[in-house]
């Protein structure tokens, strides 16, 4: 039987879901519009690992009973309200990683 988790934790895991398959819809538009030919198998790459990062999550909440909830705000865009949109591939892959930096910060501080 799945143990029970808060209201809090519950919004924390579909937050952590959320903003890996934003990141994953996000890595998949770059390497759908990239003209950059050396770019396209990497973000393909990195999109589909963003996605199956979201797909853990999900299975994560289903093993609790739970179903993830609707979240719209997620890292990325806490962190383009706070720094504004990334407009270069170099912006954007540049705050990827510090994103991905401190999103495993994160998830190590709740364990």
Known sequence: MAQPISENEHYILSFYRA?????????GKLAFHT???ELRSPLTRHGAEEMHHAW??????DKLGLTA???TNTY???YCGLFGLPTQMLEILGLTQVLEKRALEQYRAHL
């Open 56 to 61: 853990l999550w999900n299975e994560t909440l």
């Open 76 to 78: 990325q865009t806490e």
């Open 19 to 27: 903003s890996e398959l934003a990141g994953g819809l996000l890595m």
């Open 69 to 71: 909830l609707k979240i």
């Open 35 to 37: 003209d950059l030919e």
